[in-house]
């Protein structure tokens, strides 16, 4: 098993910056990437980024330019650096973590709000 905790959402202003943080625990071997995931009110929940083991990441067309994925290994956490954002951008999101077997484990999830 994973544990995840998503923490650092809020409310900002449009243009502004947030940084979230996901701290894993637990059985940590194995994992092939951890992600964000964003889910808006009355929307499915959509890919933000990824960074696999190797360290290769991967954005949304909507966030690329604007968002960073990074990781701390040694403190079992993940980043989302979110500048320069948009009303658009509210949702809550959600850190994914992706076993090597297929198995995954999803946090709890944390608000994120931008007013214009």
């Known amino acids: 098993q994973v544990q995840l905790v998503e923490s650092g959402g809020g409310l900002a202003q449009a243009g502004g910056s947030l940084r979230l943080s996901c701290a894993a625990s637990g059985s940590l071997f194995s994992i092939l990437a951890m992600g964000w995931y964003r889910q808006a009110p009355g929307k499915q929940r959509e890919a933000v980024a990824t960074i696999w083991s190797g360290g290769s990441t991967a954005y949304a067309d909507s966030v690329k ?52």
Do not use: H
Request: proline letters at 2%; charged letters at 15%.
């Open 65 to 116: 330019g604007r968002f960073t994925i990074s990781r701390d290994n040694a403190k079992n956490t993940v980043y989302l650096q979110m500048n320069s954002l948009k009303p658009e951008d509210t949702a809550v999101y959600f850190c994914l973590a992706t076993k090597v077997t297929g198995d995954q484990y999803w946090g709890q999830g944390t608000q994120v709000t931008v007013s214009s």
